[in-house]
């Protein structure tokens, strides 16, 4: 585990930790709320030791209501002070979903702009974690749809902690989506102490010629074990994007990317119907019609209501390396 | 009927110009109210949703409340309350045209969507009772900053509370639960007041809840009391009593007060379908406009010659806001649709 | 007014309160409940003289709780009634949005078939009435992304009449969503007495070989204008669809008609950006690719949190037939 | 700590038989929970959400129902009540191994998600508190059948109670102020149950409200009473009242059944973050089990040998049980991933 200097390998939830941990103690108007923040540091840890080293008042436990954590959240930071809110699964978020897309991401544009609101409401999405229909579920296409909240899906560690950073000093809400089941799969390094990754760019993983690979959160990682092997093994060269940010959406780099490739596979584990890779398609075939060259294909989940617990089942509905594999190829052929 | 522990009668130091600034702005607003409702019979608004009835309370609120401090998050039936507060009868009427300039939002929000900035008057939505956990939040973060030493302009050299208004029905949401739950167990400076007209739209208070409001407030740790919301006076009392509470700590008060609307709900109402012509009729007694103007001759603080020279003056500022609210243009739609309008941009002074 | 025996020029809240009168008179299981839906006959009067006939047991005024219209809803269909739940405004229905997510949605599924949920949940939807922020939402692309609940939206008053009377029937959950600036605006010929319109099927309103238009609700009614003004006026024939059912989607004539004219416009009013319109536009690039033969155009209303009020901003804020007349003519000169 | 106004001692006419029962449903609950934290432990179930410390209050419930008639829809850590409910100790092995057969979902749903049609015990999600406001529309649909004279074969012979359960943190939720509001409004056949173990995971019930469940359950115009939940017999008599209001339409109550979590919320969970070793130690003290029997040994109704009897017969269940559905097949995925099982097929009957 030793590294170069100022740069160590990490976990995403490290480097999470991390980011929270030094915001915390760069600006005393950031606090924590949210179900067992306090000692028991979360219930995946997230701000384990945070109780501790900066006391009750600052990693507040929450009552055990959503909705009351991401309104405390935006009446706390119209007074000047800056939330994190910890909702303990995405699936959890629905009870606040009203105050959510009615208010949170409302104020500044329904008070012409006079109140902003500098908030972070962090969630854990995601399957494959033996969570069953309500602790496995992808949130990021319903809060996209909502004008007025960024939402922010960092792949690995060291966009974790610098979009983190960036989230906390955003005078905007910005919803902030965790790969669960990566929290302590995913690797890399990090730089310590201060840096920011700006929201909004995405993130050009690997350079190809022959396809276009859309990917965020989890299923960038399978994405590039996808993008790995078909090069290996079928000489197929994928560009592969990671979005981070779906809300503001890179458009530019989305759409540049298509033009040189002419193909276009996107993947995400949200299931298939008006996901979020449904507005990806549909922007390649409204504003890049003249550059397509096969069709616009999307790799997601089946359309049932939610992920299943029964191991075997859970593994046939998640996506993962093969499936995308196997699609890169198919299309490809094409 | 419970009534509050009192510490002392507050509108005992009322001066004869504090009541009739209370009068004054009661009037004011009834007579705004009134304008709009002609407005939109003269089909030159689309709608209007009234304080008519409510006056009274609303007024006392905002004079007990150090103006322009504490954090007030109301609702779209207290007109009476807001220009108490600072919200001038233009601000008002640009609402009503949805007209350039309109200062709540632009022209974006529905009438009665109060918003003032400067004012502390925070900005809310249709969506009824979300305003309370937000209130409840701003307590919350009043709090915070003093524990950690914050000060800024605002709050250096007072304490404040944060106030939000909602009607009895409202209560039924969820929101009332879970925000009077952060005020009892964190002992917010918090006060919500619930302006009990027993009637949430057509359907009455004993469809929406078995107990008042004041009871079922206490059991979340906040002083729930109940007051006669017509009587400006005895709503001072209450009020003053919760505010001087937020500012020492005693922790969050919860005032049911009651008080009849003498209207529809709004111009899209037609309240002869669900209430008897009696009842209709008995409901004016409880006008607090002519009450308080009775009150305050009796006591030789008002007298025909004020009340008329107050009348001038409101027809006066009614019939100004008016006009210039209607001659003025309308928002360019290019500054309201773009995406750009979405979100702030980065605030140097937050890196 | 007069129209042949037996069938009768209606408006389309007065077909949706016949639906309703005449499902509480078939079965007594049948029963109302919403905010104002008593006495008040409802806001917009869909339930208008049915407290009257029925009496209060039957057409109930709930409190102010849109969460518990549907809960109660679910839990009195799970006890063989047959619940029409009333949301006041379309834009209210999110406090409930947990509800209808995470329950409502999913009984059926979670319990492997056991627990079916027969219950309507009636919204009014939509812009273009004065109502600003939260009296104008469209909110249909945010329940057709959720697995386990039926989407109907009519545009025409038998539709209406003869969806609602399928809704109430149906063993599974309905969101019938209502365009409100149609109430009174819309009329047509509604046949008397009991007949159903399933469930499903889109309907081809007007045939065509240029292109096809994709619309629904208040829309199709505007499109049709459209069609008929671009077909005099350039001689431009349209093929419009009228979806009327949004889950579950008619893939097959919604991709039949593309295959015919190579050509699509999709209008919705909601937001553009993963607005419901953008999972037909990425059926047809992923599964009609080789018909393409022009960009898939959208033309939905701007991302921005919400309907203004100010008349004037409302108006360049919704689509219109002559927004939808360009966007024709555009695309057929492509 | 408050009492119910005791209508009579329900527990008195229970016969020694029906204490045996209650007995054994409270070993049988246990010794299958301990199997369950073995195999846990063990590496061959994923997961595990226990009932410890939970089943004389779960088990005297379910014993009060008339099992099978009324409406019942618990949480996940109600294992006693559901096995007292007629769920077996398969439907449960099935449930934490996710094999084919499972009752509840069919392995579609996490274990401890209880649902058996055949035994009126409703679907549950893991959102919690959403349970509650169902049980309430349920109540109402009973109600509702019974005023329009609606009979069907369940209900025709005799009245129905729809009961629901929950945690006292889960109290703070919307929904259950939303739900508990139409029980009370409607006077509906309603019973809550809070198993209240002082705990949300790690967060202690002062975070979570400022009096008691019982307490703010009254406001609701719902009987809100507060029992020893460790205690089977007064368990069984609140709960027997609650049943006999409900059945003669005497309207709603509300349980708080005080107990503790003897074990950490789950398998993911380790109490020892958040509670000190003397609490850990301290809590043992109430273990329900060691305590009823002593009582029936102490009434003479238990003695050694039945126990030991008890022990066998239970230890032979869990060990059938878990063999059985350790060996059982996985479901097969093509039956759980089609959108042809997001909807029922069209009842006929329906039409
Ligand atoms: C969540 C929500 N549901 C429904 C409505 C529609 N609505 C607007 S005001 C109102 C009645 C409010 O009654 P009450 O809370 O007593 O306040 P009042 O208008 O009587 O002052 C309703 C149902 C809304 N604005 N928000
Ligand atoms: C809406 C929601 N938020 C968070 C969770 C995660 N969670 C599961 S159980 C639990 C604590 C429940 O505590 P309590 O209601 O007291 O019940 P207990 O487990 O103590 O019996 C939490 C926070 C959840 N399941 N649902
Ligand atoms: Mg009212
Ligand atoms: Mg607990």
Same mark, same amino acid.
């Given at each position: 585990?030793?590294?170069?200097?100022?740069?160590?390998?990490?976990?995403?939830?490290?480097?999470?930790?991390?980011?929270?941990?030094?915001?915390?103690?760069?600006?005393?108007?950031?606090?924590?709320?949210?179900?067992?923040?306090?000692?028991?540091?979360?219930?995946?840890?997230?701000?384990?030791?945070?109780?501790?080293?900066?006391?009750?008042?600052?990693?507040?436990?929450?009552?055990?209501?959503?909705?009351?954590?991401?309104?405390?959240?935006?009446?706390?930071?119209?007074?000047?002070?800056?939330?994190?809110?910890?909702?303990?699964?995405?699936?959890?978020?629905?009870?606040?979903?009203?105050?959510?897309?009615?208010?949170?991401?409302?104020?500044?544009?329904?008070?012409?702009?006079?109140?902003?609101?500098?908030?972070?409401?962090?969630?854990?999405?995601?399957?494959?974690?033996?969570?069953?229909?309500?602790?496995?579920?992808?949130?990021?296409?319903?809060?996209?749809?909502?004008?007025?909240?960024?939402?922010?899906?960092?792949?690995?560690?060291?966009?974790?902690?610098?979009?983190?950073?960036?989230?906390?000093?955003?005078?905007?809400?910005?919803?902030?989506?965790?790969?669960?089941?990566?929290?302590?799969?995913?690797?890399?390094?990090?730089?310590?102490?201060?840096?920011?990754?700006?929201?909004?760019?995405?993130?050009?993983?690997?350079?190809?010629?022959?396809?276009?690979?859309?990917?965020?959160?989890?299923?960038?990682?399978?994405?590039?074990?996808?993008?790995?092997?078909?090069?290996?093994?079928?000489?197929?060269?994928?560009?592969?994007?990671?979005?981070?940010?779906?809300?503001?959406?890179?458009?530019?780099?989305?759409?540049?990317?298509?033009?040189?490739?002419?193909?276009?596979?996107?993947?995400?584990?949200?299931?298939?119907?008006?996901?979020?890779?449904?507005?990806?398609?549909?922007?390649?075939?409204?504003?890049?019609?003249?550059?397509?060259?096969?069709?616009?294909?999307?790799?997601?989940?089946?359309?049932?209501?939610?992920?299943?617990?029964?191991?075997?089942?859970?593994?046939?509905?998640?996506?993962?390396?093969?499936?995308?594999?196997?699609?890169?190829?198919?299309?490809?052929?094409? | 009927?419970?009534?509050?522990?009192?510490?002392?009668?507050?509108?005992?130091?009322?001066?004869?110009?504090?009541?009739?600034?209370?009068?004054?702005?009661?009037?004011?607003?009834?007579?705004?109210?009134?304008?709009?409702?002609?407005?939109?019979?003269?089909?030159?608004?689309?709608?209007?949703?009234?304080?008519?009835? #409510? +006056?009274? =309370?609303?007024? @006392?609120?905002?004079?007990? !409340?150090?103006?322009?401090?504490?954090?007030?998050?109301?609702? *779209?039936?207290?007109?009476?309350?807001?220009?108490?507060?600072?919200?001038?009868?233009?601000?008002?009427?640009?609402?009503?045209?949805?007209?350039?300039?309109?200062?709540?939002?632009?022209?974006?929000?529905?009438?009665?969507?109060?918003?003032?900035?400067?004012?502390?008057?925070?900005?809310?939505?249709?969506?009824?009772?979300?305003?309370?956990?937000?209130?409840?939040?701003?307590?919350?973060?009043?709090?915070?900053?003093?524990?950690?030493?914050?000060?800024?302009?605002?709050?250096?050299?007072?304490?404040?509370?944060?106030?939000?208004?909602?009607?009895?029905?409202?209560?039924?949401?969820?929101?009332? #639960? +879970?925000? =009077?739950?952060? @005020?009892?167990?964190?002992? !917010?400076?918090?006060?919500?007041?619930?302006?009990?007209?027993? *009637?949430?739209?057509?359907?009455?208070?004993?469809?929406?809840?078995?107990?008042?409001?004041?009871?079922?407030?206490?059991?979340?740790?906040?002083?729930?009391?109940?007051?006669?919301?017509?009587?400006?006076?005895?709503?001072?009392?209450?009020?003053?009593?919760?505010?001087?509470?937020?500012?020492?700590?005693?922790?969050?008060?919860?005032?049911?007060?009651?008080?009849?609307?003498?209207?529809?709900?709004?111009?899209?109402?037609?309240?002869?379908?669900?209430?008897?012509?009696?009842?209709?009729?008995?409901?004016?007694?409880?006008?607090?406009?002519?009450?308080?103007?009775?009150?305050?001759?009796?006591?030789?603080?008002?007298?025909?010659?004020?009340?008329?020279?107050?009348?001038?003056?409101?027809?006066?500022?009614?019939?100004?806001?008016?006009?210039?609210?209607?001659?003025?243009?309308?928002?360019?739609?290019?500054?309201?649709?773009?995406?750009?309008?979405?979100?702030?941009?980065?605030?140097?002074?937050?890196?």
């Amino acid at each position: 585990m030793t590294a170069p200097a100022k740069i160590e390998t990490k976990t995403l939830i490290q480097a999470l930790t991390e980011a929270m941990d030094e915001e915390l103690a760069r600006d005393p108007r950031v606090f924590i709320t949210g179900e067992d923040v306090g000692p028991r540091g979360g219930v995946f840890r997230a701000t384990q030791g945070l109780y501790e080293k900066y006391g009750a008042e600052r990693v507040v436990d929450s009552p055990l209501a959503e909705l009351s954590i991401v309104a405390i959240g935006l009446g706390a930071a119209i007074a000047d002070t800056r939330p994190i809110c910890e909702i303990q699964f995405g699936d959890f978020i629905f009870p606040a979903f009203n105050q959510i897309l009615s208010e949170v991401s409302r104020f500044y544009y329904r008070s012409n702009g006079a109140w902003n609101v500098p908030m972070v409401i962090r969630a854990p999405y995601g399957g494959g974690i033996g969570g069953g229909l309500y602790h496995s579920q992808s949130i990021e296409a319903l809060f996209s749809h909502i004008p007025g909240i960024k939402v922010v899906m960092p792949s690995t560690p060291e966009d974790a902690k610098g979009l983190l950073k960036s989230a906390v000093r955003d005078p905007n809400p910005v919803l902030f989506l965790e790969p669960k089941k990566g929290y302590r799969a995913i690797k890399g390094e990090v730089p310590e102490g201060d840096y920011l990754t700006p929201i909004g760019p995405a993130n050009v993983v690997r350079e190809g010629s022959d396809l276009t690979l859309y990917a965020y959160g989890m299923m960038m990682h399978y994405a590039r074990i996808a993008a790995e092997r078909v090069a290996r093994e079928d000489g197929i060269e994928v560009e592969l994007v990671d979005l981070r940010t779906l809300v503001p959406l890179d458009k530019e780099t989305v759409i540049s990317s298509f033009k040189k490739t002419g193909k276009a596979l996107i993947v995400y584990e949200d299931n298939k119907f008006l996901g979020y890779g449904a507005e990806i398609a549909s922007i390649l075939a409204e504003e890049a019609f003249e550059y397509i060259d096969g069709p616009i294909k999307r790799l997601a989940a089946p359309d049932v209501p939610g992920v299943p617990f029964s191991h075997p089942v859970q593994e046939a509905f998640m996506i993962n390396p093969d499936k995308i594999a196997d699609a890169i190829r198919e299309l490809e052929a094409y | 009927m419970s009534t509050p522990t009192r510490e002392g009668q507050y509108s005992a130091q009322l001066t004869s110009d504090d009541m009739l600034q209370i009068y004054w702005y009661m009037l004011l607003s009834r007579r705004l109210d009134e304008r709009a409702w002609v407005l939109h019979r003269q089909g030159k608004i689309p709608f209007h949703i009234s304080a008519i009835g #409510h +006056e009274a =309370l609303q007024v @006392a609120a905002a004079y007990a !409340l150090n103006r322009g401090v504490d954090m007030v998050f109301p609702y *779209y039936r207290d007109l009476a309350f807001v220009l108490t507060l600072g919200y001038t009868p233009l601000d008002f009427m640009l609402g009503l045209f949805g007209k350039e300039g309109e200062p709540s939002s632009g022209g974006r929000q529905m009438p009665s969507h109060w918003s003032r900035k400067d004012l502390n008057i925070v900005t809310q939505s249709s969506v009824v009772a979300t305003q309370v956990p937000h209130a409840a939040g701003t307590a919350f973060g009043i709090k915070y900053r003093q524990s950690q030493g914050l000060q800024n302009a605002d709050d250096a050299s007072m304490s404040r509370v944060a106030v939000c208004s909602l009607g009895e029905g409202s209560t039924s949401q969820g929101e009332w #639960h +879970e925000g =009077l739950t952060w @005020a009892g167990v964190h002992d !917010l400076p918090f006060i919500c007041i619930v302006e009990n007209n027993n *009637y949430a739209i057509s359907v009455p208070y004993e469809k929406q809840a078995s107990q008042s409001v004041a009871e079922r407030a206490r059991v979340y740790g906040v002083n729930g009391v109940q007051v006669d919301g017509t009587d400006p006076l005895k709503m001072y009392d209450v009020m003053r009593e919760a505010v001087e509470r937020a500012y020492n700590g005693k922790g969050a008060t919860c005032i049911e007060a009651k008080c009849q609307r003498l209207v529809p709900h709004s111009s899209d109402d037609d309240d002869r379908t669900y209430r008897s012509p009696e009842e209709l009729q008995e409901i004016k007694a409880d006008d607090p406009l002519p009450a308080f103007k009775n009150t305050l001759m009796e006591m030789g603080i008002l007298n025909d010659s004020i009340n008329d020279e107050y009348e001038t003056k409101a027809k006066q500022m009614v019939n100004d806001a008016h006009k210039q609210a209607e001659s003025a243009p309308y928002p360019n739609p290019e500054n309201h649709l773009s995406h750009e309008h979405n979100f702030a941009p980065d605030a140097e002074g937050d890196f």
